[in-house]
């Protein structure tokens, strides 16, 4: 998981796919941490997104950096603690101009089970599973 999250964190924006009915949903997303050995993402309640996680959890993410891409596909879980959301605002201080653990605002949602492929034109690909 470590080197999917820091290969993330390298892509700066990076893409997350959700379903709303039968259409697909892509947004560009920032933010990801580690706590308790898994991979978080941060959204905001009164966004589609989270209530399209809630429906259907099956998420995936596509992200570039240094002439790689990754394709990391998953199902996400909410976590409702403020310990939870404490890390990834002290892992992004970007987020806390726009939440705190508090706020009544601030979701986190982590991945039960994830694959990523990490891509290249010149490498053979690298495969993680987490």
């Known amino acids: 998981m470590k080197e999917v999250l820091d290969f993330l964190k390298k892509c700066g924006t990076f893409y997350l796919a959700t379903v709303e009915g039968d259409q697909p949903r892509v947004r560009p997303f920032g933010a990801v941490c580690a706590f308790e050995d898994r991979l978080y993402l941060v959204t905001n309640n009164k966004k589609a997104v989270y209530a399209q996680m809630l429906a259907n959890p099956k998420v995936e993410i ?35 101009s726009m939440y705190s653990e508090d706020d009544g605002l601030v979701e986190v949602l982590y991945f039960t089970k994830a694959s990523a492929d990490l891509c290249s034109f010149t490498e053979a690909p690298v495969h993680y599973e987490f």
Do not use: C, Y
Request: hydrophobic share 35%.
């Open 62 to 96: 596509s992200g570039m950096a240094g002439g790689k891409w990754i394709r990391l596909s998953g199902t996400v879980a909410p976590d409702p603690r403020r310990e939870a959301k404490h890390a990834m605002l002290e892992a992004n201080p970007s987020l806390r």
